[in-house]
């Protein structure tokens, strides 16, 4: 998405991505989800990220304010875990389902309403997951 800017890169900074409590101030957190997932996705797209932080420095961070961090790592260690110890999409998907369940809802919800077949949406969804945890690999050692 960030790559359809065309060029305007200096648009960036301008957005908001925050969902922590404080936003009376203007300045974005750095630490919640959302704020980790901005700059994940500008690492991606190999953008220079301008957005001023209250904390710009994640590694800085105290124990309970690195928990949104700390909980995205675990999450991707558990994705990368299925891309390492399973080959086939029936058996991705199983263990990918039993990270979350409600995925099978979203796959049958595609079925019916835009008639993509299961396995060809199984295999976006985690090709999408994948792309994710290879992202946040980078964006990890960018840190």
Known sequence: MLKSLLGRTDLISKTTSCDRPHRKILN???YCSSCILRRQSINA????????YLM?????L??????YFTHMSYQVKNID???TNYDTLYERWREFTYLYPSMDNVV????TYDGI????CQSRIL??????????EYFEVSL
């Open 127 to 136: 090709k999408l997951y994948r792309n994710y945890s290879k992202e946040w």
């Open 62 to 67: 105290e124990i309970d304010e690195k928990k």
């Open 28 to 30: 974005q957190c750095g």
């Open 108 to 111: 049958e919800l595609f079925n």
């Open 117 to 120: 077949k299961n396995n060809d």
């Open 81 to 83: 875990d299925i891309f």
């Open 56 to 60: 710009p420095d994640i590694n800085l």
């Open 45 to 52: 797209a190999s953008f220079i990220d301008k957005t001023i």
